[in-house]
C-alpha cells in the first residue's frame, strides 16, 4: 500500500506539478498520453496482455507505442511557427524568462513529465495486481489519499522552507486544492480503480487523450496559452493516431 501511494500520489504528482510549471498545460496533458503504450509494454511483461507480433493487431500495437514514443520525443525539442490568437483570452500567462531560460526549461519540465509518466505507467499496473488480492476499491482509494497525502507532506515540509508558501487565502489556491482532492483523488481514482477491474489496466488508459483535447482547448481560450504549429501537429499525432493502433 505504500508503494502504491508512493507511485500514484507522493512522487508523480509532485513532478507533474513541477513540469507544469516550467511547460504548459496543453504540453503536459499531450505527453500524459504516452502512459498507454507504456501501459501496454509492461502490461505485455507481466502477462496481463497479449502481443502477438505476427497478427495484424499486434503490428498495429506495436506501430502504435512507436508513434506514441516518438511524438513525445519530438514535442520536447520542436516548435515550429506560433499559433495566431483569434480573441483576447479571458486570463493572459505572460512568460517571464528569455527564451534561453524557457528553452531549458521546457527540456527539465519534459524530463519530470516524461518520468512521471513511467512511473504512473507502472502505477496502473501495480492497481491491476492489487486488486486481485483486494477487491475494495473505494477503501483502496481511501488509503491511497491518506497515504500520499502524508508523503507529500513530509516532502513538503522538507523542501518548502517558506512560511508565505503555507498562506492559503479564499482563492483559485483553495479551490484549486479542494477539487484536486475531493474530485481528482477522490473520485476519479475510484473510477480508475473499478474499470481497472472490470478492464484491465491497458483499457483504462485509453482514455487519456480526452483529457488533451479539453485541456488544449480551455488553455487556448480561456488562458490564452501560445500553441506552436509544429507541437499542434504532433498533438494531433499522439492523441488521435497512435491509441487506434493500441486499440486494433
Same mark, same amino acid.
Request: proline letters at 4%; a neutral charge; one cysteine or more.
Given at each position: 500500500?505504500?508503494?502504491?501511494?508512493?507511485?500514484g500520489v507522493g512522487l508523480p504528482m509532485n513532478m507533474?506539478?513541477?513540469s507544469l510549471k516550467y511547460t504548459s498545460p496543453t504540453? +503536459?496533458?499531450?505527453? +500524459?498520453n504516452i502512459i498507454?503504450?507504456?501501459?501496454? +509494454?509492461?502490461?505485455? +511483461?507481466?502477462?496481463?496482455?497479449?502481443?502477438?507480433?505476427?497478427?495484424?493487431?499486434?503490428?498495429?500495437?506495436l506501430l502504435g507505442t512507436l508513434i506514441s514514443l516518438s511524438g513525445v520525443m519530438t514535442m520536447a525539442l520542436f516548435k515550429g511557427p506560433i499559433i495566431k490568437q483569434l480573441w483576447s483570452p479571458l486570463l493572459k500567462i505572460e512568460a517571464?524568462?528569455?527564451?534561453?531560460?524557457?528553452?531549458?526549461?521546457?527540456?527539465?519540465g519534459s524530463v519530470l513529465m516524461v518520468a512521471s509518466c513511467f512511473i504512473w505507467s507502472f502505477w496502473y499496473i501495480m492497481q491491476a495486481l492489487t486488486l486481485k488480492r483486494y477487491p475494495a476499491q473505494l477503501s483502496l482509494t481511501t488509503w491511497m489519499s491518506a497515504i500520499g497525502t502524508l508523503q507529500s507532506a513530509i516532502f513538503a515540509i522538507i523542501v518548502e522552507r517558506e512560511r508565505a508558501a503555507w498562506r492559503i487565502g479564499f482563492d483559485i489556491d483553495l479551490w484549486s486544492t479542494i477539487y484536486g482532492g475531493v474530485v481528482?483523488?477522490?473520485?476519479?481514482?475510484?473510477?480508475?480503480?473499478w474499470c481497472t477491474e472490470e478492464k484491465g489496466p491497458v483499457f483504462v488508459t485509453i482514455f487519456g487523450p480526452l483529457t488533451t483535447i479539453m485541456v488544449a482547448?480551455?488553455?487556448?481560450?480561456?488562458l490564452g496559452e501560445t500553441l506552436y504549429s509544429g507541437r499542434f501537429v504532433i498533438y494531433i499525432i499522439t492523441t488521435f493516431i497512435s491509441?487506434?493502433?493500441?486499440v486494433a
Amino acid at each position: 500500500m505504500f508503494f502504491l501511494s508512493l507511485l500514484g500520489v507522493g512522487l508523480p504528482m509532485n513532478m507533474y506539478f513541477m513540469s507544469l510549471k516550467y511547460t504548459s498545460p496543453t504540453f +503536459v496533458a499531450s505527453i +500524459v498520453n504516452i502512459i498507454v503504450p507504456l501501459t501496454f +509494454v509492461i502490461a505485455v +511483461v507481466t502477462r496481463l496482455e497479449s502481443l502477438d507480433h505476427r497478427h495484424p493487431r499486434g503490428i498495429a500495437k506495436l506501430l502504435g507505442t512507436l508513434i506514441s514514443l516518438s511524438g513525445v520525443m519530438t514535442m520536447a525539442l520542436f516548435k515550429g511557427p506560433i499559433i495566431k490568437q483569434l480573441w483576447s483570452p479571458l486570463l493572459k500567462i505572460e512568460a517571464s524568462q528569455s527564451d534561453d531560460e524557457n528553452h531549458e526549461k521546457w527540456l527539465l519540465g519534459s524530463v519530470l513529465m516524461v518520468a512521471s509518466c513511467f512511473i504512473w505507467s507502472f502505477w496502473y499496473i501495480m492497481q491491476a495486481l492489487t486488486l486481485k488480492r483486494y477487491p475494495a476499491q473505494l477503501s483502496l482509494t481511501t488509503w491511497m489519499s491518506a497515504i500520499g497525502t502524508l508523503q507529500s507532506a513530509i516532502f513538503a515540509i522538507i523542501v518548502e522552507r517558506e512560511r508565505a508558501a503555507w498562506r492559503i487565502g479564499f482563492d483559485i489556491d483553495l479551490w484549486s486544492t479542494i477539487y484536486g482532492g475531493v474530485v481528482i483523488s477522490g473520485f476519479v481514482i475510484f473510477i480508475q480503480l473499478w474499470c481497472t477491474e472490470e478492464k484491465g489496466p491497458v483499457f483504462v488508459t485509453i482514455f487519456g487523450p480526452l483529457t488533451t483535447i479539453m485541456v488544449a482547448f480551455l488553455a487556448y481560450f480561456i488562458l490564452g496559452e501560445t500553441l506552436y504549429s509544429g507541437r499542434f501537429v504532433i498533438y494531433i499525432i499522439t492523441t488521435f493516431i497512435s491509441p487506434l493502433f493500441l486499440v486494433a
